[in-house]
Protein backbone atom coordinates (compact mmCIF):
# COMPACT_ATOMS: atom_id res chain seq x y z
CA UNK A 1 0.00 0.00 0.00
CA UNK A 2 1.42 3.70 -1.08
CA UNK A 3 2.04 5.15 2.37
CA UNK A 4 1.34 8.65 0.84
CA UNK A 5 -2.57 7.16 -0.13
CA UNK A 6 -2.75 5.40 3.63
CA UNK A 7 -0.87 7.48 6.17
CA UNK A 8 0.41 5.18 9.55
CA UNK A 9 1.17 6.92 12.57
CA UNK A 10 3.32 5.56 15.05
CA UNK A 11 1.11 6.47 17.79
CA UNK A 12 0.54 3.47 20.04
CA UNK A 13 0.15 2.29 23.97
CA UNK A 14 3.40 3.98 24.74
CA UNK A 15 2.06 7.29 23.90
CA UNK A 16 -0.79 6.44 26.48
CA UNK A 17 -0.26 8.76 29.78
CA UNK A 18 0.93 7.06 32.55
CA UNK A 19 -0.91 6.14 35.81
CA UNK A 20 -2.21 8.22 37.65
CA UNK A 21 -1.64 11.56 35.30
CA UNK A 22 -5.38 11.66 33.60
CA UNK A 23 -7.84 12.48 36.60
CA UNK A 24 -10.55 9.66 36.50
CA UNK A 25 -13.93 8.90 37.69
CA UNK A 26 -15.67 6.65 39.55
CA UNK A 27 -16.89 2.88 38.48
CA UNK A 28 -20.32 4.23 39.23
CA UNK A 29 -20.26 7.44 36.60
CA UNK A 30 -18.41 5.09 34.05
CA UNK A 31 -21.70 2.99 34.47
CA UNK A 32 -23.91 5.92 34.39
CA UNK A 33 -22.14 7.51 31.22
CA UNK A 34 -22.34 4.04 29.72
CA UNK A 35 -26.34 3.81 29.90
CA UNK A 36 -26.47 7.18 29.33
CA UNK A 37 -24.66 6.29 25.86
CA UNK A 38 -26.53 3.60 25.21
CA UNK A 39 -29.69 6.21 25.26
CA UNK A 40 -28.35 8.19 22.87
CA UNK A 41 -27.31 5.47 21.03
CA UNK A 42 -31.07 4.10 20.75
CA UNK A 43 -32.49 7.76 19.85
CA UNK A 44 -29.82 7.48 16.81
CA UNK A 45 -31.41 4.36 16.16
CA UNK A 46 -35.30 5.76 16.47
CA UNK A 47 -33.78 8.58 13.94
CA UNK A 48 -31.89 6.24 11.38
CA UNK A 49 -35.57 6.11 9.45
CA UNK A 50 -36.59 9.28 9.66
CA UNK A 51 -33.75 11.08 8.22
CA UNK A 52 -33.83 10.02 4.32
CA UNK A 53 -37.48 11.74 4.48
CA UNK A 54 -36.26 15.12 5.84
CA UNK A 55 -34.86 18.12 4.25
CA UNK A 56 -31.20 18.83 4.17
CA UNK A 57 -31.83 21.78 7.02
CA UNK A 58 -33.67 18.55 9.48
CA UNK A 59 -31.10 15.90 8.39
CA UNK A 60 -28.12 18.60 9.96
CA UNK A 61 -30.38 19.40 12.71
CA UNK A 62 -30.51 16.13 13.68
CA UNK A 63 -27.68 14.85 13.05
CA UNK A 64 -25.96 18.17 15.18
CA UNK A 65 -28.26 17.00 18.52
CA UNK A 66 -27.15 13.21 18.26
CA UNK A 67 -23.40 14.72 17.89
CA UNK A 68 -24.33 16.72 20.99
CA UNK A 69 -26.41 14.38 22.92
CA UNK A 70 -23.57 11.29 22.43
CA UNK A 71 -20.83 13.86 23.68
CA UNK A 72 -23.14 15.13 26.92
CA UNK A 73 -23.95 11.22 27.49
CA UNK A 74 -20.04 10.70 27.93
CA UNK A 75 -20.00 13.55 30.35
CA UNK A 76 -17.88 15.64 27.55
CA UNK A 77 -17.90 19.52 27.35
CA UNK A 78 -17.89 20.83 23.88
CA UNK A 79 -16.43 24.38 23.20
CA UNK A 80 -16.15 26.39 19.92
CA UNK A 81 -14.22 29.62 19.33
CA UNK A 82 -13.74 31.38 15.49
CA UNK A 83 -16.64 31.05 12.86
CA UNK A 84 -17.82 28.63 11.55
CA UNK A 85 -19.89 28.43 7.75
CA UNK A 86 -23.25 27.61 7.27
CA UNK A 87 -23.19 27.02 3.57
CA UNK A 88 -20.41 26.21 0.65
CA UNK A 89 -16.79 25.53 2.79
CA UNK A 90 -14.46 22.80 3.17
CA UNK A 91 -13.57 21.95 6.92
CA UNK A 92 -10.08 20.89 7.22
CA UNK A 93 -9.45 19.54 10.34
CA UNK A 94 -6.32 17.63 12.54
CA UNK A 95 -7.75 14.00 13.45
CA UNK A 96 -7.03 12.49 16.81
CA UNK A 97 -9.82 10.56 17.57
CA UNK A 98 -13.07 9.32 16.93
CA UNK A 99 -14.97 12.21 18.87
CA UNK A 100 -13.18 14.97 16.37
CA UNK A 101 -15.93 13.34 14.35
CA UNK A 102 -18.83 13.65 16.77
CA UNK A 103 -17.39 17.30 17.77
CA UNK A 104 -17.22 18.51 14.07
CA UNK A 105 -20.75 17.53 13.71
CA UNK A 106 -21.94 18.83 16.47
CA UNK A 107 -21.02 22.54 15.62
CA UNK A 108 -21.12 22.66 12.10
CA UNK A 109 -23.78 21.93 9.49
CA UNK A 110 -21.35 19.57 7.83
CA UNK A 111 -21.41 16.52 5.51
CA UNK A 112 -18.30 13.95 6.61
CA UNK A 113 -15.69 12.39 4.79
CA UNK A 114 -14.60 9.10 6.04
CA UNK A 115 -13.15 5.81 5.03
CA UNK A 116 -15.13 3.20 3.62
CA UNK A 117 -14.85 0.91 6.79
CA UNK A 118 -17.25 3.37 8.58
CA UNK A 119 -19.83 2.10 6.47
CA UNK A 120 -19.56 -1.38 8.55
CA UNK A 121 -19.65 -0.10 11.88
CA UNK A 122 -22.93 -1.09 13.65
CA UNK A 123 -25.78 2.34 13.71
CA UNK A 124 -23.05 4.45 13.25
CA UNK A 125 -22.61 3.29 10.13
CA UNK A 126 -25.87 3.60 8.93
CA UNK A 127 -26.63 6.61 10.70
CA UNK A 128 -23.46 8.18 8.59
CA UNK A 129 -24.88 6.87 5.54
CA UNK A 130 -28.33 8.75 6.11
CA UNK A 131 -26.47 12.06 6.66
CA UNK A 132 -25.41 12.04 3.26
CA UNK A 133 -21.61 11.18 4.24
CA UNK A 134 -19.09 10.75 1.86
CA UNK A 135 -17.04 7.39 1.83
CA UNK A 136 -13.36 6.69 0.49
CA UNK A 137 -12.04 3.95 -0.20
CA UNK A 138 -8.39 3.41 0.57
CA UNK A 139 -7.90 0.42 -0.69
CA UNK A 140 -8.59 1.91 -4.07
CA UNK A 141 -6.42 4.29 -5.12
CA UNK A 142 -7.54 4.87 -8.52
CA UNK A 143 -11.15 5.40 -6.62
CA UNK A 144 -9.44 9.28 -5.01
CA UNK A 145 -10.39 11.04 -8.16
CA UNK A 146 -14.32 10.44 -8.14
CA UNK A 147 -14.15 11.22 -4.53
CA UNK A 148 -12.80 14.30 -4.76
CA UNK A 149 -15.26 14.88 -7.64
CA UNK A 150 -18.06 14.02 -5.49
CA UNK A 151 -17.01 16.76 -2.02
CA UNK A 152 -16.58 19.21 -5.07
CA UNK A 153 -19.88 18.53 -6.19
CA UNK A 154 -21.36 19.09 -2.57
CA UNK A 155 -18.92 22.08 -1.84
CA UNK A 156 -20.81 23.52 -5.54
CA UNK A 157 -24.37 22.58 -3.81
CA UNK A 158 -23.90 24.87 -1.08
CA UNK A 159 -22.75 22.21 1.24
CA UNK A 160 -20.36 22.45 3.86
CA UNK A 161 -17.67 19.10 3.65
CA UNK A 162 -15.62 17.87 6.81
CA UNK A 163 -12.61 16.07 5.47
CA UNK A 164 -9.58 14.67 7.78
CA UNK A 165 -6.63 15.84 5.37
CA UNK A 166 -4.19 13.84 7.54
CA UNK A 167 -5.61 10.69 6.73
CA UNK A 168 -5.48 8.84 10.12
CA UNK A 169 -5.48 9.33 13.55
CA UNK A 170 -2.48 10.62 15.70
CA UNK A 171 -1.83 11.28 19.52
CA UNK A 172 -1.31 14.64 19.65
CA UNK A 173 1.02 14.91 22.58
CA UNK A 174 1.75 18.42 23.65
CA UNK A 175 5.35 17.80 23.42
CA UNK A 176 5.82 16.11 19.75
CA UNK A 177 8.91 12.98 20.08
CA UNK A 178 10.24 10.85 17.39
CA UNK A 179 7.91 8.12 18.40
CA UNK A 180 4.46 10.10 19.46
CA UNK A 181 4.35 12.69 16.66
CA UNK A 182 1.52 14.70 17.46
CA UNK A 183 0.21 14.56 13.81
CA UNK A 184 0.76 14.12 10.06
CA UNK A 185 1.25 16.10 7.13
CA UNK A 186 -1.80 17.28 5.22
CA UNK A 187 -2.53 15.22 2.28
CA UNK A 188 -3.48 17.83 -0.92
CA UNK A 189 -5.80 15.57 -2.74
CA UNK A 190 -9.45 16.40 -1.26
CA UNK A 191 -8.19 20.55 -1.51
CA UNK A 192 -8.93 19.74 -5.51
CA UNK A 193 -12.19 19.97 -4.43
CA UNK A 194 -12.47 23.05 -2.99
CA UNK A 195 -10.56 24.53 -6.01
CA UNK A 196 -12.77 22.86 -8.57
CA UNK A 197 -15.87 24.43 -6.73
CA UNK A 198 -14.18 28.10 -5.67
CA UNK A 199 -15.29 27.39 -2.33
CA UNK A 200 -13.28 28.55 0.84
CA UNK A 201 -11.48 26.48 3.31
CA UNK A 202 -11.85 26.69 7.13
CA UNK A 203 -8.92 24.88 9.12
CA UNK A 204 -10.61 23.43 12.42
CA UNK A 205 -8.26 22.79 15.37
CA UNK A 206 -9.81 19.96 17.53
CA UNK A 207 -8.31 19.72 21.14
CA UNK A 208 -8.74 18.12 24.63
CA UNK A 209 -8.42 19.20 27.90
CA UNK A 210 -8.90 17.54 31.52
CA UNK A 211 -8.81 21.07 33.57
CA UNK A 212 -6.45 24.10 33.37
CA UNK A 213 -3.37 23.41 31.81
CA UNK A 214 -3.74 19.49 31.63
CA UNK A 215 -3.69 17.87 28.30
CA UNK A 216 -6.10 15.00 27.95
CA UNK A 217 -5.21 14.74 24.25
CA UNK A 218 -4.02 11.42 24.62
CA UNK A 219 -6.54 9.78 27.39
CA UNK A 220 -9.25 10.83 24.07
CA UNK A 221 -6.79 9.79 21.17
CA UNK A 222 -7.80 6.76 19.37
CA UNK A 223 -4.18 4.95 19.31
CA UNK A 224 -2.62 2.64 17.13
CA UNK A 225 -4.26 -0.57 17.17
CA UNK A 226 -7.07 0.68 19.38
CA UNK A 227 -10.20 -0.96 19.21
CA UNK A 228 -13.23 1.76 19.36
CA UNK A 229 -14.18 -0.24 22.58
CA UNK A 230 -10.96 0.24 23.91
CA UNK A 231 -10.87 3.78 23.19
CA UNK A 232 -14.81 3.96 24.61
CA UNK A 233 -13.42 2.66 27.92
CA UNK A 234 -10.54 5.57 28.27
CA UNK A 235 -13.03 8.05 27.24
CA UNK A 236 -15.99 6.72 29.75
CA UNK A 237 -13.38 7.02 32.89
CA UNK A 238 -11.75 10.28 32.10
CA UNK A 239 -12.78 13.42 34.26
CA UNK A 240 -13.54 16.69 33.24
CA UNK A 241 -12.50 15.76 29.21
CA UNK A 242 -13.55 19.30 27.19
CA UNK A 243 -13.01 19.44 23.77
CA UNK A 244 -12.86 23.07 21.78
CA UNK A 245 -12.97 23.01 18.80
CA UNK A 246 -11.12 26.29 16.87
CA UNK A 247 -12.07 27.98 13.39
CA UNK A 248 -9.25 29.70 12.02
CA UNK A 249 -9.77 32.56 9.13
CA UNK A 250 -11.19 31.16 6.06
CA UNK A 251 -8.68 30.25 3.34
CA UNK A 252 -10.08 31.37 -0.56
CA UNK A 253 -8.29 29.99 -2.94
CA UNK A 254 -8.08 31.14 -6.64
CA UNK A 255 -8.67 28.57 -9.81
CA UNK A 256 -5.35 28.21 -10.42
CA UNK A 257 -4.12 27.90 -6.63
CA UNK A 258 -1.74 24.73 -5.90
CA UNK A 259 -3.74 22.28 -3.76
CA UNK A 260 -0.25 21.61 -1.91
CA UNK A 261 0.40 25.34 -1.40
CA UNK A 262 -2.92 25.32 -0.20
CA UNK A 263 -2.72 22.27 1.95
CA UNK A 264 0.22 24.03 3.61
CA UNK A 265 -1.65 26.87 4.61
CA UNK A 266 -4.88 25.16 5.87
CA UNK A 267 -2.07 22.54 8.38
CA UNK A 268 0.09 26.09 9.32
CA UNK A 269 -3.05 27.58 10.35
CA UNK A 270 -4.34 24.15 12.24
CA UNK A 271 -0.86 24.37 14.12
CA UNK A 272 -1.35 27.99 15.32
CA UNK A 273 -4.68 27.59 16.75
CA UNK A 274 -3.49 24.93 19.25
CA UNK A 275 -2.16 27.03 21.67
CA UNK A 276 -4.82 29.63 21.52
CA UNK A 277 -7.85 26.97 21.65
CA UNK A 278 -8.46 27.21 25.19
CA UNK A 279 -8.40 30.97 25.83
CA UNK A 280 -11.74 32.83 26.77
CA UNK A 281 -13.62 29.53 24.91
CA UNK A 282 -17.02 29.94 24.99
CA UNK A 283 -20.12 27.35 25.45
CA UNK A 284 -21.42 26.24 22.17
CA UNK A 285 -25.13 26.57 23.08
CA UNK A 286 -26.34 27.43 20.30
CA UNK A 287 -23.53 28.08 17.52
CA UNK A 288 -24.50 31.23 15.99
CA UNK A 289 -22.34 32.81 13.34
CA UNK A 290 -19.92 35.44 14.48
CA UNK A 291 -19.48 38.77 12.98
CA UNK A 292 -16.12 39.99 11.34
CA UNK A 293 -15.45 37.14 8.75
CA UNK A 294 -11.50 37.23 8.05
CA UNK A 295 -10.56 36.16 4.92
CA UNK A 296 -7.63 34.85 3.24
CA UNK A 297 -6.49 34.89 -0.46
CA UNK A 298 -4.59 31.61 -1.72
CA UNK A 299 -2.95 32.98 -5.39
CA UNK A 300 -1.38 30.62 -7.55
CA UNK A 301 2.08 30.68 -6.88
CA UNK A 302 3.80 31.00 -3.23
CA UNK A 303 1.76 31.34 -0.11
CA UNK A 304 1.78 34.74 1.04
CA UNK A 305 3.04 35.62 4.12
CA UNK A 306 -0.16 38.13 5.48
CA UNK A 307 -0.24 40.00 8.51
CA UNK A 308 -3.48 38.89 10.36
CA UNK A 309 -5.12 41.13 12.07
CA UNK A 310 -8.17 39.60 13.33
CA UNK A 311 -10.04 40.33 16.48
CA UNK A 312 -8.96 37.86 19.42
CA UNK A 313 -12.46 36.83 20.01
CA UNK A 314 -12.78 35.11 16.83
CA UNK A 315 -9.47 32.98 18.02
CA UNK A 316 -7.38 33.80 14.93
CA UNK A 317 -3.81 34.34 15.26
CA UNK A 318 -2.24 37.51 16.66
CA UNK A 319 -1.16 40.09 14.34
CA UNK A 320 1.86 39.61 12.57
CA UNK A 321 1.69 35.67 12.93
CA UNK A 322 2.88 34.25 9.28
CA UNK A 323 1.34 31.28 7.58
CA UNK A 324 3.97 30.32 5.69
CA UNK A 325 6.10 29.85 8.43
Same mark, same amino acid.
Given at each position: ??P??? $?R??????C???????? @????????G?????F !????? !???????LP??P???????????? %?L?????G????V?????? %? %????????????????????? $????L????????P?????????????VN??????L?????????????? /?V????? +?G???????????????????????????I????????L????????????????????????????R?V???? !?????V??A???HP?Q??????????? @???????????H? /????? +??V????????L?I $??????A????????? !?????GL????
Amino acid at each position: MNPLWQ $PRSACGPHCLPGAGETP @EVSRLRRAGRLAALF !GALLF !GALLLPVLPVLPPAGRQAGGRWWA %RLVLGSLGITLRVRGRLPR %R %RALLAANHISWLDIMATLAVA $PARMLAKQEVRQWPLIGPLASAGGTIFVNRGRPRALPRTVALVAEALRAD /RVVAVFP +EGTTWCGKPRETSDCPAGGRFRPAMFQAAIDAGAPVVPLTISYRTGPGRDGTTAAAFLGDDSLLVSLRRVLAVR !GLTITVTAAPALHPEQTASRRRLAQAA @ESAVRLAGPLAHR /RAARV +EPVLPLPVPVTLVI $PSGAVPAPTLAAPTSL !GAPPPGLDLAA
